[in-house]
């Protein structure tokens, strides 16, 4: 069983920036893709970032060139840096792990972009 912890969220004006971080309770090294999950009022669930054990990763349309995901091995991390935050981004984001024995999510943290 992995849990995952968020942290980092809050509110901030349109074109700050804001680092999410998740740390995870076991060996992050080991998990085939940990990723940012976000979810708006109202709205589906929505896959932000994500990277793989190899380094690899992928991003939503909409946040390509403004988040940055990354992960920290050695501490067991994941973190996530949000650039020229938009309103169209506030949500509550969700850390998610994905391994062999299932997806595994955190309780998740609240951003708010205001305008």
């Known amino acids: 069983q992995v849990q995952l912890v968020e942290s980092g969220g809050g509110l901030v004006q349109a074109g700050g920036s804001l680092r999410l971080s998740c740390a995870a309770s076991?060996?992050?090294?080991?998990?085939?893709?940990m990723g940012w999950y976000r979810q708006a009022p109202g709205k589906q669930l929505e896959l932000v970032a994500a990277?793989?054990?190899?380094?690899?990763?992928n991003y939503a349309d909409s946040v390509k060139g403004r988040f940055t995901i990354s992960r920290d091995n050695a501490k067991n991390m994941v973190y996530l840096q949000m650039d020229n935050l938009k309103p169209e981004d506030t949500a509550v984001y969700y850390c998610?792990?994905?391994?062999?024995?299932?997806?595994?999510w955190g309780q998740g943290t609240q951003v708010t972009v205001s305008s």
């Open positions: 990277i793989h054990r190899g380094g690899s990763t």
């Open positions: 998610n792990a994905l391994v062999i024995s299932g997806l595994y």
């Open positions: 076991t060996t992050i090294a080991s998990i085939n893709r």
